[in-house]
């Protein structure tokens, strides 16, 4: 499984942060271990296959938060 790095701009409390992993949990199901953190900007979450950057960037920008950008490791 690759771990899946998103910069995002906007989140400024733990609801922040719960409403991002609960919005990676709905574009990507097979997502494992989501966690966001408003202190780095940024949310982390396991995937088997390749994320479709497009989908998950237009899942943020609909919440209201800035996708910034999206790496794998």
């Known amino acids: 499984m690759k771990k899946i790095?998103?910069?995002i701009d906007g989140m400024m409390c733990?609801?922040?942060e719960a409403?991002?992993?609960d919005t990676i949990r709905r574009a990507l199901p097979d997502a494992k271990?989501?966690?966001?953190?408003?202190?780095?900007g940024e949310a982390t979450f396991r995937l088997g296959g390749e994320v479709d950057a497009g989908l998950l960037k237009k899942a943020i920008d609909?919440?209201?938060?800035t996708f910034v950008s999206a790496s794998a490791e």
């Open 5 to 7: 790095t998103v910069k």
């Open 19 to 21: 409403h991002i992993c």
């Open 33 to 40: 271990k989501v966690k966001a953190s408003r202190k780095r």
């Open 14 to 16: 733990g609801m922040c």
């Open 62 to 65: 609909d919440t209201g938060y």
